[in-house]
């Protein structure tokens, strides 16, 4: 049974981080989440799909039994992994539209081929039970191109504009109006570069050579507005990670690289703040000054409202 998630108090600092899948809180920002639950910030995972289209990525998980009850095993995976980072986790509850091929219709019911409007509206409520100041989830594209990812995009945002809309989904709590929305800037070209090259100085091999030569011509990234220094959060974020079993084999991708060499060249979890209502981060983000704190801005406030009650 889940549990409400308005069981904290109130004037707390909250943070909502919304997913397509589980295992993607553990790829994206996980460091992040992890920093902050440690902290005290009551942070909230919210996963749009059960993954049950997903792949099983690591052959030692390959087995007729895991894929034959996937949807279960998927569940299971992000249990642990919300206990190893310390959060609370939320699925709303929609199905995973799987990677179609081109030209490949979506499958019928699923996360992608819902109206935003209608698959924003659980978010919403959501939103409005917990009462985050800061948002995170994908930006436009949604860090690369799996239709449950840009469509977690399109229905944060929608679901961010409802939640604080008192004329939308009555009797849905009461609005709320959160303060900050960000996008994730992980697993960069910048990124995989930094540590290729720190890599090759070193003599360590580095599988990442092959990747970058091979990197799309895409557009610009979005600008860097926000670093979180988190690398002593990297153990708890691998063995997030690791919790996924079917999606993340050791010693491959990701789990691959030198973690001493990503501390040293990368130490931070990168964002953009896309939108604020806090005038001085927003003026900082349009100078090109960069924050170090999700909550920069806030933290003022939300104590006054603790302290006051």
């Given amino acids: 049974?889940?549990?409400?998630?308005?069981t904290?108090?109130?004037?707390?600092?909250?943070?909502?981080s919304v997913h397509a899948h589980p295992d993607d809180e553990s790829s994206k920002g996980a460091a992040t989440l992890a920093r902050y639950a440690a902290e005290g910030v009551d942070v909230l995972v919210a996963t749009c799909t059960g993954g049950e289209r997903g792949s099983v990525l690591n052959p030692a998980m390959d087995r007729p039994e895991?894929?034959?009850d996937i949807a279960r095993v998927r569940r299971e995976e992000m249990a642990a992994a919300r206990e190893i980072l310390g959060v609370r986790q939320r699925f709303l509850g929609f199905v995973d539209s799987g990677m179609p091929g081109p030209g490949e219709p979506l499958p019928e019911g699923c996360f992608a081929a819902r109206p935003v409007?209608?698959?924003?509206?659980?978010?919403?409520a959501l939103i409005r039970e917990f009462r985050p100041q800061v948002v995170v989830t994908y930006d436009e594209t949604g860090g690369y191109p799996h239709p449950d990812h840009v469509m977690t995009h399109q229905v944060t945002v929608a679901a961010v504009e409802a939640a604080a809309d008192p004329q939308r989904h009555p009797?849905?709590?009461e609005p709320w109006q959160g303060s900050k929305l960000y996008y994730h800037l992980a697993l960069s070209r910048a990124w995989f570069q930094a540590l290729h090259t720190a890599m090759t100085e070193r003599g360590v091999p580095s599988g990442m050579g092959e990747l970058l030569a091979g990197?799309?011509?895409?557009?610009?990234?979005?600008?860097?507005?926000?670093?979180?220094?988190c690398a002593e959060q990297f153990a708890v974020r691998d063995a997030a990670m690791l919790a996924h079993a079917t999606q993340v084999q050791p010693g491959v991708a990701f789990m691959a690289h030198p973690r001493d060499i990503e501390r040293e060249v990368w130490p931070t979890e990168d964002y953009h703040l896309a939108r604020s209502l806090v005038p001085e981060a927003g003026a900082a983000a349009a100078a090109g000054g960069?924050?170090?704190?999700?909550?920069?801005?806030l933290?003022?406030?939300v104590e006054g409202e603790v302290g006051a009650g």
């Fill in 8 to 16: 904290r108090h109130p004037d707390a600092l909250r943070l909502l």
């Fill in 1 to 6: 049974m889940e549990v409400p998630v308005s």
């Fill in 117 to 124: 409007e209608l698959a924003a509206a659980p978010l919403a």
């Fill in 171 to 173: 009797g849905q709590g």
């Fill in 66 to 68: 895991v894929r034959a």
């Fill in 215 to 229: 990197w799309p011509d895409t557009p610009p990234a979005l600008a860097t507005t926000t670093r979180i220094a």
């Fill in 299 to 301: 933290r003022a406030e």
């Fill in 290 to 297: 960069i924050e170090t704190d999700l909550f920069a801005g």
